[in-house]
């Protein structure tokens, strides 16, 4: 048996534990400090080793490998602020004999491959920017060879890394680093084999020039929204009808010969920072030049490697219109995108990793695809005691057996009919309902564990009311669940979408139906749930279908805006204050939320706002000449943005504000 604590430090940091080729948990540091993106680029005790550790149910004394990747490490750039290991580092002996560091493109590259079932398979990997080294090459070595040439006074290639040109490399052999952009690899008998590679160029404009398919993408984001993280709202903004006549084609971005080039040169825009609309055309531009890159690298990736299973790691497989569009290739037989393929599947790839190597040649390979993404924090329970101290009423639920047939997955909670009736029912009259319950989902996005969820025809302006809720754009889309067995009566596309790694075409019959849970352009980002991996969610959908509704739920992730997914009973209870959300549902209870409807209120101009602290630990206060109190934060966030907002007419805090004159109903 062998158990294998895979670390990711850099944008994004996470932990893992893989045993056995089996993954048992995997948690983000943002879900612990509570500090969306949250990163650490060196060994802290900031990074959830034991959070991962206790969730797979196994202490540092039985882990047989660790293994790390230092996305920020520089070779002879090592020290001052980025030392590799903090001083008081505690959770190992980072020269420990079992302690490993990879490179990122090689964990990346098997964070996709180990999780999708494939025997053999063509891998590509691609990002803004992966590990840098003398010499370009993939590693896997102990730590102390690491520390040893990432500290090194060395003065380039000639001295540290050889004086070869590394695969793929262009230029001469004297460069001084080589960071990773883009690698193409074969999987075979358990091995990766590095077929070819581009370096990103440096440059003293990296948010305006563009070099990759991921700099093209993250440098028009950050300046449509003036926001970093912003690729998703991209994606988005680019299916909403331009208002404006086009000011590029694509010929102005990416070259129309094979293959495709990047171009500069058009960046000179206008408008940036202001009103995203105003950018569609350029956004749905640059969505196509994106997706024509990323197409020409998969049909490249499956020629080099001679194999037509593809697997994708990086952060621009986040992008569900380019993956919907790799996915068709003819060249393409099956795709793999896993759950989390940007930098936080760092960790899982380590962890695989280290696990393989440890085998013996030929003892063969993860047993099944993984289609569930729950490795993070079991729900805590809301009680009754606790549910009322927040003025909340449980639902009765009769009592009964849960559905249990032994094939569900360990990270998905049991099923009660009795429970899944009465949210069904609840859903069907129109509640939005907040699911937290089983384990947390490991990646980007809520799969219904830690989701809201309403029904695209029984919930009147469904979309508005989430995007209300989570303060974003009206525009934004939500995504559609499905049971997989139905993917194909509503929806055009892909076999299957466990992830939401995918764009979907409703069928023109239900085009009316469904127009809730749709894009703009007739898109939608569906999620395929299957009794093996979320039997609730599953049951839940089979209820509303026995009540006479189509079988599909609109999910949105289980935050505010900023916040990260919701962890703790406490924030999940202050969240659903909101007056949008109607229910809360657990693994074994639903709760109805005060029935004493919203209320809007203001804030007279006599009362100042302040933020103390961040994360979990963090206060909202409104304070005048003669009060103070506190609010909850998703209130508070509303009254930033505007005159005027929504707030829960039972909530004591805001009754509170009310008497202590801090807020005043708004038609007063």
Known sequence: MTTVLGIHCGHESSCSVV?????????????????????????????????ALRLAGTTMDEVDVIVSSFQAAGPSGVGLQRPLVSPSFAAFDPFDPRHHVVSHHLAHAASAVYPSGFPAAAVLVSDSAGTTSWDGRDFYEPFAAFHGRYYADAGGSGEAGGDTVPVGAEGPADRTVFTEMRSFYAFRDGGFTLLDRAYSVPHNQPDVFVQSEASLFDNVSRYVFRAEHAHGQLMALAGLPPTRAPRLSVPDVVTEEEPPRLRNGWQLLDGGGGDPVEQADVAAVVQEAFTRLLTHHARRAVELAGMADLACAGGVFLNLTANSEIAALPEVNDLYVPSCPHDAGISVGAAFLGWARAQEPGAGLPPRRIRGDFLGRPAERVGPALAGEYGYVPVPIAPGDTDEDGTRDPGAPAVSPHLTRAAAEVIARGAVVARFAGRAEFGPRALGNRSLLCHPVACADARAKLNLLKRRQDWRPVAPIVRAEDLDTYFHGPAESPFMNFNFRVRPEYADLLAEALHADGTARVQTVAPEYNPAIHALLTALAELGLPPVLINTSLNGPGQPIIDSAEEVLEFVRHPVVDHLLGEDYLIATPDSGPLRVRRPESVVMAAFGSGSSARYVLSSRDASSDVDRQLFLDLCAQDRALADGGSRLVLDCLSAGLLVEADR
């Open 19 to 51: 045993r056995d080729g089996r993954l048992l948990s995997a948690v983000q540091q943002e879900r612990v400090t509570r500090r969306k993106y949250d990163g650490q680029e060196f060994l802290s005790d900031r990074l959830p080793i034991q959070e």
